[in-house]
């Protein structure tokens, strides 16, 4: 069972449901590039090189897209970089790092390139490199193998810390594991981890998605989506440090709209607890104490043999449940849950409701090295698209006028995070892969984060492939120090559409953002 605490402290923390925050930051749409393909992941990850002023994004139906920002407002690609299905790159100095898997249930790889895209080396890591990041001074490019099931096989997810002292040549590889956890899988579960699969290790359900690296470059902190936990890494010993348990958001407390048979948004609390599962984290220290924030997407876990998610009507409730009720399609008879989780003690009763997911961010403090919630947004995502852009309100990305699609799986579905300072001000811009569009939140107080923009350029009533930018996956700020236009950028990378849209940061109120005045870039 999950401790009291982590739960109880979620209601304490949480967001005022509809409260208007001030507003004193605001994105506004510079431009964007397309790919010209839909739904083929055309645009994934992003990183920028501040002397030649060009984008290098994540083009997985091609390879990598090199683009022209000189002016953001008309983003021109000047090459493509081929390789097979790259997942992520980052840039430091003049070296270019791509995270290559292999396809298959070999380890994959990292390719470093200069400038020109030419190759400088080819460094195997773990199974899945499905993220990579450099430290502060460059040193040392941390990976992210997230090791997915792949038919049959079942790879352990693991971290590779790729050593680049003596330049990307002589790179010198060590791998860190989590295989010492298995000890440790009753104190995991306790604290809210998601080890569901019968017969697998912790080693192998700990796949790492994401990587933050701190400030000073000697850790890392990893979330592993799937198995709803975080990791911390000491970068120069290999080694994990720590894995913790990230403990359930109680929807009883905030709300949910779980029915997409209701006919309307229909935001309300429910006795279904959520496995927070983020995707992206950030870190950043204030006041002398490190923070971070994380993207509560939720992610289920499929084998070729496995396959955990039921909807609360197929499911055999404990008799003290009001079955009727709570099995109805317009309540919560056709939200999606994890089998597991719901039926922790085995025994083909389902004596909680547990779905995938928190729709929305946390903010946690670092403290004896592990995760203490300090605030989370509790319906503030999904209540915010619903008052603002009511049609984009948990939609299908994949289909026109499709509100409400979502609600039965895991809502808006909150992915990327990117953290930027803008004046004496910290701000933290969030995609919502279903929805649409980015939130911005203040978060200079970290304790009490203040939601102050929501901006989407999709038109939900249009077909897909020509509905503007669909799918947000990544995100990146670009300071004004290196910025090409000398103001703060912010590049978001969607996935669905192909689009990598260039945003600038402003200070000063937002404008309103409704469907029929959502502006769009020129195609």
């Known amino acids: 069972m999950v401790p009291a605490a982590l739960i109880a402290s979620v209601a304490i923390a949480q967001a005022a449901p509809a409260a208007p925050a001030p507003r004193g930051a605001h994105l506004h749409l510079l431009g964007t590039h397309s790919a010209g393909v839909f739904d083929r992941s055309a645009s994934e990850i992003a990183a920028f090189h501040p002397r030649t002023k060009r984008l290098w994004v994540v083009n997985g139906a091609a390879g990598i897209d090199v683009l022209d920002l000189s002016d953001p407002t008309a983003p021109r690609k000047v090459a493509t970089h081929s390789m097979p299905a790259p997942t992520s790159v980052a840039i430091h100095g003049d070296i270019v790092a791509v995270a290559v898997p292999s396809g298959n249930a070999t380890p994959g790889a990292v390719r470093f390139l200069d400038l020109d895209g030419r190759m400088i080396a080819d460094v195997t890591v773990g199974h899945g490199p499905d993220m990579c990041t450099f430290t502060p001074d460059g040193t040392m ?56 699969v019968p017969g697998a290790s912790v080693a192998q359900q700990s796949e790492p998605e994401y990587v933050a690296i701190s400030p000073d470059g000697r850790h890392a902190l990893v979330t592993l989506q799937e198995s709803n936990a975080l990791a911390r890494i000491d970068l120069e010993a290999a080694r994990v440090l720590s894995m913790t348990g ?75 449940m009001a079955r009727d009720a709570i099995a109805d399609p317009t309540n919560l008879g056709r939200l999606q849950v994890s089998r597991p989780a719901c039926d922790p003690d085995g025994d083909g009763t389902a004596e909680r409701i547990v779905a995938f997911g928190g729709r929305g961010i946390t903010v946690w403090r670092l403290v004896d090295g592990g995760p203490a919630l300090a605030w989370d947004s509790g319906d503030q995502v999904e209540r915010t698209v619903a008052e603002r852009m009511p049609e984009a309100h948990n939609g299908d990305g994949r289909k026109a006028n499709s509100k409400d699609a979502r609600s039965t799986s895991k809502g808006p579905e909150v992915e990327g995070l990117a953290l930027g300072t803008v004046g004496a001000r910290r701000l933290l811009f969030a995609g919502l892969e279903r929805s649409g ?27 897909p492939a020509s ?57």
């Open 141 to 196: 490019l941390v990976v992210a193998n997230e090791g997915e099931p792949v038919g049959d096989s079942d790879p352990e997810g693991s971290i590779s810390i790729i050593d680049l002292r003596d330049g990307p040549a002589k790179a010198t590889v060590r791998t860190a594991g989590f295989r010492a956890f298995e000890a440790e899988r009753t104190r995991l579960v306790g604290e809210g981890a998601h080890l569901p």
């Open 246 to 320: 990230l403990g359930l958001k109680d929807f009883s407390a905030s709300g949910l709209d779980a029915s997409d048979a209701d006919d309307t948004i229909s935001l309300r609390p429910w006795p279904v607890l959520g496995l927070r599962q983020p995707d992206t984290v950030v870190t950043w220290e204030s006041g002398g104490t490190t923070w971070f924030a994380t993207s509560n997407e939720g992610e289920a876990r499929e084998t070729k043999s496995f396959d955990e998610v039921v909807r609360v009507k197929d499911l055999t409730l404990d008799p003290r």
């Open 437 to 463: 569009g980015v939130m911005t939140w203040d978060v200079t107080d970290p304790t009490a984060p203040l939601l102050v923009d929501y901006v989407n350029p999709r038109d939900p009533a249009a077909a």
């Open 467 to 523: 509905a503007g930018d669909i799918a947000p996956e990544g995100l990146l700020f670009v300071p004004a120090s290196t910025s090409p236009n000398g103001r703060p950028l912010v590049v978001v990378c969607n996935e669905l559409s192909g689009t990598t849209t260039i945003w600038e940061v402003r200070e000063g109120p937002a404008p309103d953002v409704r469907p029929d005045r959502a502006t769009r870039a020129p195609r």
